[in-house]
């Protein structure tokens, strides 16, 4: 490991790429915090462009282990004790933070991705990252963020719990950008709304699709609503109004893949992606 001193200007150059988005989209990168999920970008044949580790935390099993791990031409930085809590995006570091490239990512087309989720102006990262995870899990080909937070915001990061590295995410300017452009490739669009949509249970959810889901505090807006192939409901059976739109879209996810799996019961093709019918 090479050493760094607290003041060294590649520090502040880190803790730029840690604040600002466009700081990350200029230089193409990710910042994963953890040895599980720097593990897990490295899993998934990321790049490391950088890895720092806190001295405190370079004798720890779990730092050893990744260490171990890692290219030999990987650069490999020692940091005095505390200045990754200082540097990083969470309270109190796990003693290692990377720097990764980004994967190279394609806007979805119907022949190899017939389930497109899209995240119309979420404005929370935890929300982002957990309907990314959803959307991996459930054999979506792509996720569309069309708005709202930066999908590559360290707490979209964490809380993707690296799903984000294993699935094309990509953006557009605004949902009626990403709604045109996807009608335009054959998709159908279908949104959730809170009431008056058809049950997600037994609604036509025939592939290609996509799905939008609006914001946390208003859902998607009347122009979106208006002009889907779809609206879909989550039927209440108690008192609540509506679920978090994490929540939310998660039943959804699920609900596609369940339509599209084979009698047998396994997922189709064992790709993971929801075949057409």
């Not at 360290?154 to 990509?170: C, E, Q, T």
Request: glycine fraction near 10%; proline fraction near 8%; include cysteine.
């Amino acid at each position: 490991m090479r050493p760094l001193s607290a003041r060294n200007p590649r520090i502040a150059r880190l803790t730029r790429l840690v604040k600002r988005p466009q700081e990350r989209a200029d230089q193409r990168a990710l910042v994963v915090e953890g040895p599980v999920f720097v593990a897990g970008a490295l899993d998934a044949g990321l790049d490391l462009l950088d890895v720092y580790v806190d001295e405190a935390a370079a004798s720890r099993s779990t730092v050893v282990d990744l260490l171990a791990r890692l290219p030999e031409e990987t650069p490999v930085w020692s940091l005095p004790a505390g200045v990754l809590d200082r540097v990083g995006d969470v309270t109190t570091s796990q003693g290692v933070l990377a720097v990764a490239a980004q994967r190279e990512t394609r806007w979805p087309v119907p022949d190899e991705a017939p389930f497109v989720l899209v995240l119309a102006g979420l404005q929370i990262p935890g929300n982002v990252g957990t309907l990314i995870r959803a959307a991996a899990a459930s054999g979506a080909g792509s996720v569309v963020v069309a708005g709202g937070v930066d999908p590559t915001n360290p707490k979209v990061v964490r809380s993707s719990a690296g799903a984000l590295f294993g699935i094309d995410v990509v953006t557009a300017p605004s949902a009626a950008d990403a709604i045109a452009r996807l009608r335009a490739d054959g998709y159908r669009i279908a949104t959730t709304v809170v009431d008056g949509g058809e049950p997600y249970d037994t609604a036509d959810l025939v592939a290609p699709i996509a799905v939008v889901l609006g914001s946390e505090a208003h859902g998607v807006d009347d122009a979106t609503a208006a002009t889907a192939d779809l609206l879909i409901t989550i039927p209440m059976a108690g008192p609540t109004e509506s679920l978090n739109v994490a929540m939310a879209g998660t039943v959804v996810c699920f609900e596609v893949l369940r339509r599209h799996r084979q009698p047998s019961g396994r997922e189709a093709s064992g790709t993971g992606k929801v075949p057409q019918p």
